[in-house]
C-alpha cells in the first residue's frame, strides 16, 4: 500500500484572513489558465479585481476536479446548491453587465 505524504504549509495572517469574491474571470493561453477574482457590489462603478491567480493547464485541471470533489461532499453533508437564476455574464469590454 502506497504511503500518502504529508505537506506541510505555512499560512501568513494577511493571507489567513482571506478576502471576498462573488465574481471569477477566466482566460487562458495554450500555457496557462488566468483566473481573476473580483468582488461586485451595489454602487460599485465596476467589479474591483482583488486576486489574480495563474497556472498550468494541468494545475487548472487539478483545481476543477478538487472544486468537484469537494462540491459533491458539501451537496452530500448540506443539500444542493441552488444557482437561482443565472447571474449575467461580465463583458470586460464595456465595462458593464450584459
Avoid: C, W
Wanted: hydrophobic content about 40%.
Amino acid at each position: 500500500m502506497e504511503e500518502k505524504k504529508q505537506l506541510s504549509l505555512e499560512l501568513k495572517p494577511e493571507i489567513a484572513k482571506g478576502s471576498y469574491s462573488n465574481l471569477a474571470i477566466i482566460t487562458h493561453s495554450q500555457s496557462e489558465f488566468v483566473i481573476d477574482f473580483a468582488t461586485m457590489l451595489p454602487g460599485l462603478a465596476k467589479p474591483e479585481i482583488s486576486n489574480r491567480m495563474i497556472m498550468t493547464p494541468e494545475h487548472a485541471k487539478r483545481l476543477l476536479n478538487a472544486l468537484a470533489d469537494n462540491i459533491g461532499k458539501y451537496e452530500s453533508q448540506f443539500g444542493k446548491i441552488d444557482l437561482g437564476v443565472p447571474v449575467p455574464e461580465f463583458n470586460p469590454g464595456n465595462g458593464a453587465a450584459s
